[in-house]
């Protein structure tokens, strides 16, 4: 699960990490009374920030959400030291489309903002804590490198990332967050607030099961202390019941509409661009079916993943999701019958096929214990189904159905 810059914050603020200032708003009425709050602490220079679920906010575009072809700002995170200009940024950033590299040209609409405190600073850093799966241990880089997208860095110049790897059996260890310092060239009171603000960051990370926490920039102000200016979190969702708090945070205006009603099926859903349906039972075979239909010449149209029981009421569910896609022309069913018989898997897709209107054309390929019952089913079954026995051959059956259709 992600969550916003500004709920990141509010969780690291109980850590007593030390972040830049600053109260979210969701309506432009809220505006004047946040001002005033923060002018009480001292504030007097802002940071207006759109909160939206990707990176490259300030290097984004703002535009009408009734006119997507007006320009209303080139910026979606903007510095000022007036209250008046503030209030501009703020109301052409609410309600309306930010679009960024990560968007995509669709945008997305920004509903609530950050106001930030502006500060003042010498040096820019990046640290990212996750989960390394291949090493199966949590990894913290580090780069000179702050304010630029790390992925560039690691493109460009990998030799300026740092990384340790921490064993979880020991936990992370002092000298390793001063190999990260002593690699950064931080020295005397820097480097002293330096590991006090890493020693903070890691426990905010483990202590929430947090699966990435990535402050960049991590700045260096004029009087040396160290504070993150940005803050991103995700979180692990299997560990989500330990956290209520954090689960709060949801925010599904930021997620695929199709993505939200799959998971009440407890159905893993991830939208495409292609025309092609997927309905597959594991991760890994879900990458493979996808991979294989597009070396046919086909383009998935998403990633649905029915786990291990798919009965009729998984398929009948996966089925909707699916066809509420209206750039769904075909779907392909890849099963492996392992944890289930692929006989009943075959039942569950003919009594699903004819419970709901399936009006595109469906390929079916089943794999495992009693498949060759399976595939009798079926054909037998008076329904227009599409029986393969390989992948390779399902995927080139789906897209010959596909383009003899159009």
């Known amino acids: 699960m992600k969550i916003h810059e500004f709920q990141a914050k509010e969780i690291l603020k109980k850590y007593n990490v030390p972040i830049q200032d600053g109260i979210a708003i969701k309506d432009i009425t809220e505006f004047d009374k946040a001002i005033k709050e923060l002018q009480e602490r001292g504030i007097n220079q802002f940071v207006i920030k759109s909160q939206i679920h990707a990176g490259g906010r300030g290097k984004g575009k703002i535009y009408n959400i009734n006119n997507r072809n007006e320009l209303l700002l080139e910026g979606g995170v903007k510095f000022t030291t007036s209250i ?8 052409k950033m609410l309600g309306n489309i930010l679009v960024t590299h990560q968007t995509g040209p669709e945008g997305k609409t920004v509903k609530t903002i950050f106001i930030a405190e502006g500060l003042d600073y010498k040096k820019e850093l990046y640290l990212g804590i996750l989960l390394d799966r291949s090493a199966a241990k949590n990894v913290i880089m580090a780069s000179s490198e702050g304010g630029v997208e790390i992925e560039k860095v690691a493109e460009e110049t990998p030799e300026k990332i740092l990384k340790i790897w921490i064993d979880p059996t020991v936990g992370l260890q002092q000298y390793q967050i001063r190999q ?37 920039p991590l700045v260096i102000t004029n ?49 495409l661009d292609g025309n092609v349906g997927c309905m597959v039972n594991g991760a890994g075979l879900a990458m493979a079916t996808m991979d294989i239909i597009k070396l ?75 498949a060759s019952l399976a595939k009798e089913m079926l054909e037998n079954s008076g329904l227009n189904f599409e029986v393969a026995t390989s992948l390779k051959e399902a995927a080139y059956k789906v897209t010959s159905v596909l383009y003899s259709k159009n």
Do not use: W
Request: with cysteine.
């Open 84 to 91: 008046e200009k503030a209030k501009e940024y703020a109301e």
């Open 180 to 216: 990260l310092a002593f690699g950064l060239n931080l020295q005397g009171e820097i480097l002293k607030n330096f590991i006090s603000f890493v020693n903070k960051l890691y426990k905010a990370y483990e202590e929430t099961d947090a699966s990435l926490l990535e402050i960049n």
């Open 223 to 271: 009087d040396n202390k160290i504070i993150a200016l940005d803050a991103k979190m995700n979180f692990d969702d299997n560990a989500l019941f330990r956290h209520p708090d954090i689960a709060a945070y949801r925010d599904l205006n930021e997620e695929e509409p199709l993505e939200i009603e799959a998971s009440k099926y407890n159905l893993n859903y991830i939208k």
């Open 296 to 370: 046919a010449g086909g383009e998935p149209a998403n990633f649905l993943d029915v786990g291990g029981t798919a009965n009729k009421e998984t398929v009948a569910n996966g089925f909707k999701i699916i066809l509420s896609d209206p750039n769904v022309k075909a779907i392909l069913i890849n099963i492996f019958g392992g944890i289930v018989r692929c006989d009943r898997v075959a039942q569950g897709v003919i009594d699903a096929v004819k419970e709901i209107n399936v009006n595109v054309p469906v390929v079916i390929r089943l794999e495992g214990t009693n």
